[in-house]
């Protein structure tokens, strides 16, 4: 099952939220019209390294099973592009998708 959810962030601006349930796990994102975050299901590593000419911002989470807690959530790791915004481990979530916006 597949949902998609919009959540307002606390300064007005919309992100939209996906959840994919697949067996035994469920991915999660939360996703601007520039970067995303996500679960602990995205490589980060695969990003910076082997796609790094597209210049992904993302972050992952880890430990998250709802859209609820990867919005609350310090992120773990995150691409050199989104560190390029101001984007660091350890951000809370919803910090993170400001600086997308």
Sequence with gaps: MIRMVPFVLENGETVLGVEVKLPKTTLL?????RGYIMCGALDVSLLNDKLRDREIIAGRAVGVRTLEELIEAPLES?????ESLGIMAGMKGADALRLML
């Design 29 to 33: 994102s939360l996703s601007t019209d």
């Design 78 to 82: 995150v691409t050199h592009k989104a």
